[in-house]
């Protein structure tokens, strides 16, 4: 049980280009979700809370505007990047829990955004 | 916010040798977690240890909550334990994890 779902895995794009990437939970209804960037040889960073109905909250220095995250529904968050550039370039990776604290968080396998 | 220092960040072992990896946390947590990272990006999830002893075949781990700290143990090295190994927790406002930035384990056969 608490299958997470990331698509797409790996995404090529010319700069400029907007990319979404969407998080799912399979088996259980996420109240909140989160998204994480990683960088080359480096550890997770998170970048911003995803609540169902609700504004996302974003960690200080990611850009919002730049970083659209939509939570419509229990089992599904989506991040945008809009308008790309190759600094954007990146490993995205979700995560869910069937509550708010005091349970695990369960990532999905992430996604490998390359901008030329 | 919380901070998560992981130690050492690199550890190259023989096949068949014991290892711990150290995690010390700086605030009370509602959540702990270990995972493996392996080379395609995926983070496999060793553990749920906000505190208490667990234990999964060859891996094991501690959480003393009271003196922030969490140890994770893996017995008989094989190579492919090889890879980064990250302790992240979140506290009390469920306000994310916060990862550490890991230790790199390299089992050589």
């Known amino acids: 049980g608490a299958v997470v779902s990331q698509h797409p895995s790996w995404v090529i794009c010319k700069s400029g280009t907007s990319v979404k990437i969407e998080c799912r939970s399979l088996?259980?209804?996420?109240?909140?979700m989160f998204w994480y960037r990683q960088f080359p040889k480096q550890s997770l960073m998170l970048m911003a809370t995803s609540n169902e109905g609700s504004k996302a909250t974003y960690e200080q220095g990611v850009e919002k505007d730049k970083f659209l995250i939509n939570h419509a529904s229990l089992t599904l968050s989506t991040l945008t990047v809009t308008s790309a550039h190759p600094e954007d370039s990146s490993f995205y990776i979700c995560?869910?829990?069937?509550?708010?604290?005091?349970?695990?968080?369960?990532f999905g396998d992430g996604t490998r955004l390359s901008i030329l | 916010g919380i901070q998560v220092e992981q130690s050492p960040p690199d550890l190259i072992l023989q096949e068949g040798a014991n290892s711990t990896l150290r995690c010390n946390f700086s605030d009370s947590v509602n959540n702990l977690q270990w995972f493996h990272q392996n080379p395609w990006g995926q983070l496999i999830n060793l553990f749920y240890i906000p505190s208490g002893t667990k234990q999964n075949g060859r891996l094991s781990a501690t959480t003393v909550a009271t003196e922030r700290y969490s140890l994770l143990y893996i017995s008989s090295s094989q190579t492919t334990d090889s890879g980064v190994y990250f302790c992240a927790a979140e506290g009390g406002g469920a306000d994310g994890l916060t990862f550490g930035k890991g230790t790199h384990l390299i089992i050589q056969p």
């Open positions: 088996d259980f209804q996420a109240t909140t």
């Open positions: 995560s869910a829990s069937v509550r708010s604290g005091n349970q695990p968080q369960h």
